[in-house]
T-cell receptor
Framework: GAGVSQSPRYKVAKRGQDVALRCDPI?????LFWYQQALGQGPEFLTY????????KSGLPSDRFFAERPEGSVSTLKIQRTQQEDSAVYLC?????????????FGPGTRLTVL | GDSVTQMEGPVTLSEEAFLTINCTYT??????LFWYVQYPGEGLQLLLK?????DKGSNKGFEATYRKETTSFHLEKGSVQVSDSAVYFC????????????FGKGTRLSVIA
């Protein structure tokens, strides 16, 4: 596709529900990042994949958060037993390779609201 | 750890006014510095970047200079337009491979005609 796509764009969940957020990176992009953006804040790093390998998950806030990229393309961020503090926009970004100057391209985000 | 501090908004300017959004950073090593922009209803887009000291990034009339001595990367534009209304984020990444971006909190700019 032309850019990074994410689905759904909006998700409302009741507290305690599990949710799954999907990211389709730009075709051929090796690196994939997930960020969490709370209202009025800048994005904060959650996790990073290089192809199918999850190289850094230091930003995941709790063990309720899980991400995968099994075939090195599409990625899913799963949040189990959602809490109100999980309400945020979840951003996915991809980049062509692992060089320091490889630009990260962002998707439009999924806005998660936990009631 | 690495961090970015940028001036708080919102900033409201009249069309054709001069814009400065301040950004300072704390990082180990020699980071690359970025400005991203988020237009209403759209995703984050890279506006400009600089990868080493004294580099100037520029795009769409915006520019920022990487100042190592003051650890700053202030965004400037000589004459803003209504279409520049957006949220602007300063960010850094370390140069050790393809590393996550560290963002500031963002500055909302509103330009009125």
């Amino acid at each position: 596709g032309a850019g990074v796509s994410q689905s759904p764009r909006y998700k409302v969940a009741k507290r305690g529900q599990d949710v799954a957020l999907r990211c389709d990176p730009i075709s051929g992009h090796v690196s994939l990042f997930w960020y969490q953006q709370a209202l009025g804040q800048g994005p904060e790093f959650l996790t990073y994949f290089q192809n199918e390998a999850q190289l850094d998950k230091s930003g995941l806030p709790s063990d309720r958060f899980f991400a995968e990229r099994p075939e090195g393309s599409v990625s899913t961020l799963k949040i189990q037993r959602t809490q109100q503090e999980d309400s945020a926009v979840y951003l996915c970004a991809s980049s062509l390779d692992r060089s320091p100057n490889s630009e990260q391209f962002f998707g439009p985000g999924t806005r998660l609201t936990v009631l | 750890g690495d961090s970015v501090t940028q001036m708080e908004g919102p900033v409201t300017l009249s069309e054709e006014a001069f814009l400065t959004i301040n950004c300072t950073y704390t990082a180990t090593g020699y980071p690359s510095l970025f400005w991203y922009v988020q237009y209403p209803g759209e995703g984050l887009q890279l506006l400009l970047k600089a990868t080493k000291a004294d580099d100037k990034g520029s795009n769409k009339g915006f520019e920022a200079t990487y100042r190592k001595e003051t650890t700053s990367f202030h965004l400037e534009k000589g004459s803003v337009q209504v279409s520049d209304s957006a949220v602007y984020f300063c960010a850094l990444s370390t140069n050790s491979g393809n590393t996550p971006l560290v963002f500031g909190k963002g500055t909302r700019l509103s330009v009125i005609a």
